[in-house]
C-alpha cells in the first residue's frame, strides 16, 4: 500500500512537470530549447510508463516503453536533421544573396 501511494505521488508530479516543458516545446525562443522539452517530455513520458508497469504488475507495459524511447530518439533525430537543413538554408541565403534569381538557377542555365 506504501508503495502504491509512492507510484500514484510520482506519477502526480510528473503529469505537472509536464506542462513546463510543453509551454517550453511551444514558445521556445530557440530550436534548441523546443528540441531539449520534446526529448525531456518523451523521457518523462517512459518513465510515467515504467511506474505504472511496476505498479499495475504488468510486463508488457517495459515492452511498451522501450518502443516508446525508440520512437522518441528517433523523433528528436528527425527533427534535428530538419532543423539543422533550415538553418545551413538560411545561413547558405545570408551569405550568398546573388545565388537568388528569378529562375531558380544563378549559372544562366534553363
Not at 534548441?32 to 518513465?47: F, I, P
Not at 541565403?93 to 545565388?99: G, L, V
Amino acid at each position: 500500500m506504501l508503495y502504491h501511494n509512492l507510484y500514484i505521488t510520482i506519477l502526480v508530479i510528473l503529469a505537472v512537470m509536464l506542462f513546463p516543458c510543453l509551454i517550453r516545446a511551444v514558445r521556445g525562443p530557440r530550436i534548441a530549447d523546443r528540441l531539449v522539452s520534446v526529448n525531456m517530455m518523451g523521457t518523462m513520458v517512459m518513465v510515467m510508463i515504467a511506474i505504472l508497469a511496476l505498479m499495475l504488475d504488468e510486463g508488457y507495459l517495459v515492452d511498451i516503453c522501450l518502443i516508446y524511447a525508440m520512437i522518441s530518439f528517433l523523433s528528436v533525430v528527425v527533427l534535428s536533421k530538419v532543423y539543422i537543413g533550415i538553418y545551413e538554408e538560411k545561413r547558405h541565403k545570408a551569405e550568398h544573396p546573388e545565388d537568388e534569381t528569378e529562375g531558380g538557377k544563378s549559372d544562366g542555365s534553363f
